[in-house]
């Protein structure tokens, strides 16, 4: 559980801080850093923006450097909360460090401390957006609950990066087509584990959606994922069909990095046929299922993340999401309070953010204003 949160010189905060709650709200109009709270957090779960991927930005346009403190606890613990920690730093270098209780830790190290589910009205992208929104859903999501697949993520990334690098010289008759071999035999290797985690993952995912998206929308329709990949059969006669088109391109075109997720209703791709309404349902049937899935470990509940969602979803949904909101820890932004659904307005903590000029930073009871 997060108990307290402090961000430093982060996005458009120059200093804020403030305890959490089993269920917290930030209420406030665009542009005071509702989202980049937000952000924040889910910065100290997976090191990365649900946003913009460039770190840089991550920090204060005229400041150096920028830092997120947050401390976890097991709910209803008396224990002292671990402090974990992000630090980046513009200049001489861009720095990007994490740390667990005050040891520096790799990024592979520290992933899946603090687990979390981010719900916004982008989420929709992964079902209409580009197959690098799916993937980088489906990598984010297993990353959390296995620190060996994000491990074979990097190895695989840089195995690519000089497989292109090869390609490219051998394009320019500077490298054998022999030289090939090798980095074809690493490509593979590590290419099959992430194929096999992300077929397992869906397959598991499966196993509940359709029955969570029948009780969203109140009808019996099958939802279901389908993983496509361009080198289930033979990976390895794959790389060899497409050798000359690689080469000419200089780039790796056969591998999970080109693979995709497609979301079938009642067996139609949802991208392509279905409504707005369905294809919200079916982005909250994900997050349930996601939900479920980083839950195997009962001491590390996953956060759940809604950024401005509720102002998107009608009456019945709203209601679906108050169910989640009672099983986990849940931290929520809306630009008006009226947009919360009944069952939020007595047991939420209320925080209500405004615009200043003057930096804030002190701890905030139910209720509160806070100036950021």
């Known amino acids: 559980m997060l108990k307290h949160l402090k961000l430093h010189n982060f996005r458009n905060h120059s200093d804020f801080e403030t305890d959490l709650d089993q269920t917290t709200v930030f209420i406030g109009p665009n542009g005071v850093g509702k989202s980049n709270i937000l952000e924040s957090i889910a910065i100290l779960s997976f090191c990365r923006s649900f946003r913009n991927d460039n770190k840089k930005n991550l920090i204060k346009i005229d400041a150096d450097y920028a830092r997120i403190n947050g401390d976890l606890s097991l709910p209803g613990s008396r224990a002292k909360a671990d402090e974990i920690e992000m630090f980046l730093q513009k200049t001489p270098s861009f720095i990007f460090q994490v740390k667990d209780k005050g040891v520096v830790k790799k990024q592979s190290e520290f992933i899946g401390r603090l687990r979390s589910v981010i719900f916004s009205p982008e989420t929709l992208e992964i079902i209409t957006g580009s197959p690098r929104i799916r993937r980088k859903f489906l990598d984010i999501m297993i990353s959390q ?61 499966n196993e509940h959606l359709s029955a969570l998206y029948s009780k969203i929308s109140g009808k019996s329709d099958q939802l279901d994922l389908n993983y496509h990949t361009n080198a289930i059969n033979n990976f390895s006669d794959e790389l060899l069909a497409h050798q000359r088109r690689e080469i000419s391109s200089g780039h790796t075109l056969i591998g999970p990095h080109r693979d995709d997720l497609v979301f079938n209703l009642n067996n139609c791709n949802v991208a392509n046929f279905a409504s707005r309404g369905e294809t919200r349902s079916a982005v909250l049937a994900l997050k349930m299922a996601e939900l479920e899935f980083l839950s195997d470990d009962k001491k590390n509940q996953p956060l759940l993340l809604l950024d401005d969602v509720f102002s998107e979803f009608d009456r019945s949904r709203r209601e679906h999401l108050c169910d989640l909101i009672e099983k986990y820890q849940t931290i929520i932004t809306t630009t008006e309070e009226e947009y919360l659904s009944r069952c939020l307005v007595g047991n939420a903590k209320i925080i209500k953010l405004h615009t200043t000029n003057s930096p804030i930073k002190q701890n905030h009871q139910s209720d509160d204003s806070i100036n950021s």
Request: proline share 0%.
């Open 145 to 205: 609950s296995d620190r060996d697949y994000l491990r074979t993520l990097v190895r695989y990334e840089k195995i690519r990066q000089e497989r292109n690098s090869l390609l490219q010289r051998i394009r320019s008759n500077q490298a054998s087509i022999d030289e090939l071999d090798y980095w074809n035999i690493e490509l593979v290797r590590e290419g099959k584990k992430i194929i096999d985690a992300r077929v397992k993952t869906i397959a598991r995912l």
